[in-house]
């Protein structure tokens, strides 16, 4: 009764597969009255098995037995969403990058710098985890991680694409350095990791104003000369601590000393051959490298850029649900649902009780074996016959009663007459 579609399939293959005069839906009615009345058979068996004495209250065990476990059933049931939305990302695979992409450009022109890092990836082991515990302040509410959900990626100096801007993009570009336009510089990251296919993006901004390096009138001299050894440095652009959760990369993490998130960077452009290319580097020359990024693995001054990033474990596939549809989504589909169909079963049931609490209904379960006695025997006419008294049976509540008495209530010698009716008076 319990499988889904399980009892209404049997009921359709049986009405097919046998020979009968009822119709479809009289043939569910009767399956119907049969196996509720054979459920509550089994519930008088019970009582008969398991007699109770009158005016003897409940024994605690048996309360605390039947009562305490439906209790801590519910409240397993309103819990486990949140419980198991809290394992994602505490349990399961770790889920390191494979890949990794950077790309710098200012605005809408040619990126600047473009690296890609494969072998550039270092896995955290247990000593490295415990000098980046030692040497900087975590968020209280951050995720606890393991050593093997970290690691360091490493982006080489050298841009892997030359910086092929035509001349007059290169033009439009210095015209727009000149007159002061308004220009941003984005730093876009590309991760992909081993569990998850889907790439993660995060992209940061830096709005280029006549600021205290003098960013804009760096670039203004690097663009103007064949060849400059100048440094641009550009402030507040570079994330160094990431986390990935769900999908989504948050550099809002570990602060550097002046309440940031995000460190400067320093771009220099490069010639040789009549090719020009450009560089990155992480910035050095402040307290917080000298005293946290010094010590961190992969950290170099003089070799591009270093990443660190905090990976959330990966569930198994089939539990991968669980991360895209939120805690709002998983309420709303387990909670919800389960509530409904609870709801389903303990409400209502006064329109159950003449059906349910019968105390002896051998004589209506006889009946419905009867009707499926003439069935096999081909005697059409009497079952019609049996299954009109069935259904009046079930439309006169007084004429239930009767028949639903004890024996010592109620003498088995009843007249059949009592209920011989015909099929079209017996119709509902």
């Known amino acids: 009764m319990e499988i889904p579609f399980l009892y209404i399939l049997r009921t359709m293959l049986d009405w097919v597969c046998i020979d009968t005069t009822l119709t479809v839906m009289e043939w569910i009615k009767m399956e119907d009255i049969f196996q509720s009345v054979f459920i509550v058979r089994c519930y008088r068996q019970m009582d008969t098995d398991f007699p109770v ?86 968020d209280n509410n951050m995720i606890v991680y393991d050593a093997v959900d970290i690691t360091a990626i490493k982006f080489y100096e050298n841009s892997i694409t030359l910086w092929n801007m035509s001349p007059p993009d290169k033009l439009r570009l210095l015209y727009d350095l000149k007159s002061g336009k308004p220009l941003q510089i984005h730093l876009t ?24 390096v003098n960013t804009r009138e760096k670039l203004i001299r690097i663009m103007s000369s064949s060849y400059s050894n100048e440094k641009v440095i550009i402030p507040n652009i570079l994330p160094k601590f ?51 990024l010094s010590a961190l693995p992969q950290s170099n001054c003089k070799k591009g850029v270093v990443l660190y990033i905090f990976n959330d474990k990966s569930f198994p596939s ?18 919800y649902v389960v509530s409904r169909v609870i709801r389903s079963l303990i409400a209502n049931n006064h329109r159950r009780i003449m059906f349910e609490d019968l105390p002896y209904v051998d004589r209506v379960l006889r009946l419905c074996n009867d009707i499926y006695l003439v069935r096999e025997t ?41 209920l011989s009716i015909g099929r079209t008076q017996a119709a509902p």
């Open 242 to 292: 990431i986390t990935v959760q769900k999908q989504q990369a948050n550099a809002k993490f570990i602060k550097d000393y002046d309440g940031k998130f995000t460190r400067p960077v320093i771009l220099k452009k490069n010639k040789a051959d009549n090719k020009e290319w450009w560089e990155m580097y992480d910035y050095c020359d402040d307290s917080f490298y000298t005293d946290i």
């Open 378 to 418: 081909h005697e059409y006419r009497l079952e019609e016959d049996l299954y009109g008294k069935l259904i009046f049976l079930y439309r006169s509540p007084e004429t239930l009663i009767k028949w639903t008495r004890f024996k010592e209530d109620f003498s088995d010698t009843l007249s059949s007459s009592q």
């Open 318 to 335: 089939a539990m991968s649900f669980l991360e895209k549809t939120g805690i709002i989504g998983l309420y709303t589909t387990f909670v």
């Open 189 to 212: 990251l590309s991760l992909k990791c081993n569990l998850t296919p889907e790439a993660v993006i995060y992209e940061t901004t830096y709005t280029l104003t006549n600021n205290k």
């Open 53 to 138: 004495l009158r005016g003897e209250p409940k024994a605690l065990y048996a309360k605390l037995l039947i009562g305490g476990t439906i209790i801590l059933v519910l409240i397993a049931l309103i819990w486990s969403p949140l419980f198991l939305f809290a394992l994602v990302g505490t349990v399961g695979k770790p889920n390191i990058p494979r890949k990794a992409d950077i790309v710098v450009k200012i605005s809408h022109y040619e990126p600047f710098y473009v690296s890609q890092t494969y072998s550039g990836i270092h896995t955290f082991s247990d000593a490295d985890f415990q000098e980046l515990n030692n040497r900087i302040i975590m």
